[in-house]
């Protein structure tokens, strides 16, 4: 009999952050032995971004958006690959992030970087989006301190 059900070969796991994305994605990594790839978190521009300095958002989504696309362009999952991979972000949420943030000016120079980006890129098989209110993530925030995410605030949380 034909297996009906193939496991998918790359998972990805979204959601807002600290929501436990890279938990989920470390034990679903360790149970499938799967390669792990995690969100690049070094941006110098983020910090700047979260206080509100004009321009950093440009500069922090483009640091994001090549950063990932470097990450996933490596993991080289064609057709005939077998290793299985597990992520704590999908590549298109980077875009999302770009809509909410840039001016259309600036939007229209990113669009052209992320479509040419895009298109190389291999599609998840599967994603799993984690949820959780703006007043738990800004628990979760406190609790991490991480000094680069002290300036978001709960509005930003709940788009």
Same mark, same amino acid.
């Given at each position: 009999?034909?297996?009906?059900?193939?496991?998918?070969?790359?998972?990805?796991?979204?959601?807002?952050?600290?929501?436990?994305?890279?938990?989920?994605?470390?034990?679903?990594?360790?149970?499938?032995?799967?390669?792990?790839?995690?969100?690049?978190?070094?941006?110098?521009?983020?910090?700047?971004?979260?206080?509100?300095?004009?321009?950093?958002?440009?500069?922090?989504?483009? #640091?994001?958006?090549?950063?990932?696309?470097? @990450?996933?362009?490596?993991?080289? !999952?064609?057709? *005939?690959?077998? $290793?299985?991979? %597990?992520?704590?972000?999908?590549?298109?949420?980077?875009?999302?992030?770009?809509?909410?943030?840039?001016?259309?000016?600036?939007?229209?120079?990113?669009?052209?970087?992320?479509?040419?980006?895009?298109?190389?890129?291999? #599609?998840?098989?599967?994603?799993?989006?984690? @949820?959780?209110?703006?007043?738990? !993530?800004?628990? *979760?925030?406190? $609790?991490?301190? %991480?000094?680069?995410?002290?300036?978001?605030?709960?509005?930003?949380?709940?788009?």
């Amino acid at each position: 009999m034909a297996n009906l059900f193939e496991l998918p070969r790359y998972i990805a796991i979204e959601g807002p952050i600290r929501v436990g994305k890279s938990t989920l994605t470390r034990i679903l990594a360790e149970r499938l032995n799967a390669q792990r790839v995690m969100e690049p978190e070094e941006n110098p521009f983020l910090g700047a971004f979260y206080e509100g300095e004009p321009g950093a958002g440009f500069q922090a989504q483009l #640091t994001f958006l090549i950063r990932r696309f470097e @990450q996933l362009h490596a993991l080289d !999952l064609g057709p *005939r690959s077998q $290793k299985v991979v %597990v992520t704590d972000f999908i590549f298109e949420k980077d875009k999302l992030f770009a809509c909410l943030n840039l001016s259309d000016v600036e939007l229209d120079t990113y669009n052209r970087y992320y479509n040419y980006f895009r298109e190389q890129l291999p #599609t998840p098989d599967l994603v799993i989006y984690l @949820q959780a209110t703006p007043e738990v !993530l800004k628990k *979760r925030l406190r $609790k991490k301190n %991480v000094p680069g995410e002290k300036g978001i605030n709960e509005d930003y949380l709940g788009e």
